[in-house]
């Protein structure tokens, strides 16, 4: 009985977790998405003529376009993690290409927010053995929260090293941190 009640008990923080992400999603979707339908009936209205600002909500459509894209990407990522029967494909990767390819797809919007990327990979760093969608999904999650959460001082550095017989990335910013972290 006692072993019955415990596991229902776990069901039931798991629907609740469930439930609260499902929740959270839903709206951290719907914001972007609410800046792009806005953007586009304000231009499809006309209300502007000056090229600058034509180009400064094209810019902001992009922005949000990419925040909406990695919002799904994390989405995926999670059916993908929460589907056993979805295997990972383990393959060597290269880290710097890792890297590279986590920072592409954030380069327009580093530059925008003027920020400094500070990137330390040695070159003679082994490949990691690591699912490569799997692998950018994380570093596109870190460099994001790096991002969002920078105020005055705009820095993210990334460096990668040997650490016993394995390889660490790590991704640092100057944000606000993590209360009581």
Request: hydrophobic fraction near 45%; proline fraction near 4%.
């Amino acid at each position: 009985l006692i072993v019955t009640l415990r596991g229902v008990r776990v069901a039931a923080e798991l629907a609740a977790m469930k439930s609260d992400f499902v929740s959270g999603v839903t709206h951290e979707l719907k914001t972007p998405l609410a800046v792009i339908r806005l953007i586009a009936d304000t231009l499809a209205q006309g209300r502007y003529d000056a090229q600058q600002t034509v180009r400064d909500y094209a810019a902001l459509r992009g922005r949000e376009g990419r925040n909406l894209g990695r919002l799904i990407d994390n989405l995926l990522a999670y059916a993908r993690m929460s589907d056993v029967r979805q295997a990972y494909t383990f393959e060597p990767l290269d880290v710097s290409d890792l890297v590279d390819g986590a920072l592409e797809r954030f380069r327009t919007l580093l530059a925008e927010q003027r920020f400094s990327v500070d990137v330390q990979v040695p070159p003679d760093l082994p490949p990691v053995r690591a699912d490569r969608q799997a692998a950018l999904q994380a570093l596109d999650n870190v460099i994001d929260t790096a991002i969002k959460y920078s105020e005055r001082t705009r820095v993210v550095q990334i460096q990668a090293r040997v650490v016993d017989r394995s390889v660490a990335i790590g991704v640092a910013d100057r944000g606000i941190g993590i209360p009581g972290g």
